[in-house]
């Protein structure tokens, strides 16, 4: 798939890879309803892509954990631009030692790494049937393939969302959906950010490195384009650059 003239729904939108994919997509002529909770960031990023008095982006709060804000992602793109084309459930949080903290914060980053990829992705065959097809990519993570103790709920919901998006690899045929999944190592990012106090985390990231963000939205690039890409994932990781793990692991 081509993405100039595209309309792109992209969830976590507003900083790292969610921004900078709105940026890459409206550089290649596609239309970006952007949804997340970091109002400043999302006004900003907007002004900064809508220029010449062109509407390329519309940013909108969404907490992805309520799907009436979802809902109202795909609304706005129906009604502004006329249907969806691409769908991107980039929207992630994660904490070091969410399960052993005895309170419940485990709970909120299943609902946001893994229950709204699902219904984003229920909204968005919805949608992108009206258009005869069309592409859904995820974020994944390396972590999906290599546990880390310090964070098992968050590498339990990459790893089912890796599961979950090649389960839907028929999808391809039935539909002309085809949806992926993009499994990053560590790169910049407001989370990374957080996450790189901790000493456990910190000599992880150490041991693995970065990998730059430009490559991680190359990965995302090639999913739209690839046209034979349907239930893969792309790794992303310092040792390859974009490597398709298909129905195995690694």
């Keep these: 798939m081509q993405i100039k003239d595209k309309v792109v729904i992209l969830t976590g939108g507003a900083n790292g890879i969610g921004a900078a994919l709105a940026r890459r997509l409206v550089s290649e002529g596609a239309r970006v309803i952007i949804g997340d909770i970091?109002?400043?960031?999302?006004q900003e990023l907007i002004t900064e892509l809508n220029q010449n008095n062109k509407v390329n982006a519309i940013f909108i709060f969404c907490d992805v954990t309520n799907f009436d804000h979802l809902s109202q992602l795909f609304d706005t793109a129906q009604n502004t631009f006329g249907g969806v084309d691409i769908v991107f459930n980039n929207a992630g949080i994660g904490q070091e030692n969410e399960f052993y903290d005895q309170t419940n914060r485990w709970i909120k980053i299943i609902d946001v790494n893994?229950?709204?990829?699902?219904?984003?992705?229920?909204?968005?065959?919805?949608?992108?049937?009206?258009?005869?097809?069309?592409?859904?990519?995820?974020?994944?993570?390396m972590s999906a393939f290599y546990p880390v103790s310090y964070s098992p709920i968050y590498s339990t919901t990459k790893r089912a969302v890796v599961g979950f998006t090649q389960s839907l690899r028929d999808l391809k045929d039935t539909d002309k959906i085809r949806v992926n999944a993009v499994a990053p190592s560590y790169f910049e990012s407001n989370l990374t950010q957080e996450l790189l106090k901790s000493k456990e985390y910190g000599q992880a990231a150490k041991?693995?490195?970065f990998v730059p963000i430009d490559?991680?939205?190359?990965?995302?690039?090639?999913?739209?384009?690839?046209d034979k890409l349907a239930g893969d994932t792309i790794a992303v990781t310092t040792r390859y650059k974009s490597k398709i793990i298909s129905k195995s692991s690694l």
């Design 215 to 226: 490559d991680v939205i190359a990965a995302f690039i090639r999913i739209i384009q690839d």
């Design 38 to 42: 970091d109002r400043k960031a999302g």
């Design 207 to 209: 041991n693995f490195g």
């Design 114 to 141: 893994l229950n709204a990829v699902i219904k984003g992705t229920q909204l968005g065959i919805q949608y992108l049937k009206k258009r005869g097809g069309g592409v859904i990519i995820n974020t994944a993570s």
